[in-house]
């Protein structure tokens, strides 16, 4: 059974920094593209961050580009998002997901962690 475990989410002050991370079992986690995505009350799930299964690319929404860092360690089966220089506006339910046809088409998804950045 598929399970994606969300963890390291909290509150953060404008400019400051807080690293996610994301344990996977049940699955053949080198395998498969991962991706973050936050769900934004009103404004549905956006897609943050993706990676190859490789860890070889990274792709970022243009809202988090240049801030933030996604990564992954295939033999701990963990993902993980490094977020620098933090905004009111990356307030939200951060979850981690595997792709399935692109990387904003998940297939499962955690329950996600909360990160309020609010000074």
Known sequence: ???????????????????????????????????????????GLEWVAGIYTDGSEQFYSPSVKGRFTISRDNAKKMLYLQMNDLKPEDTGLYSCATVQSAFNDYGSRGPGTQVTVSA
């Open 1 to 43: 059974q598929v399970q994606l475990v969300e963890s390291g989410g909290g509150l953060a002050q404008p400019g400051g920094s807080l690293n996610l991370s994301c344990a996977a079992s049940g699955f053949n986690f080198p395998s498969f593209a991962m991706s973050w995505a936050r769900q934004v009350p009103g404004k």
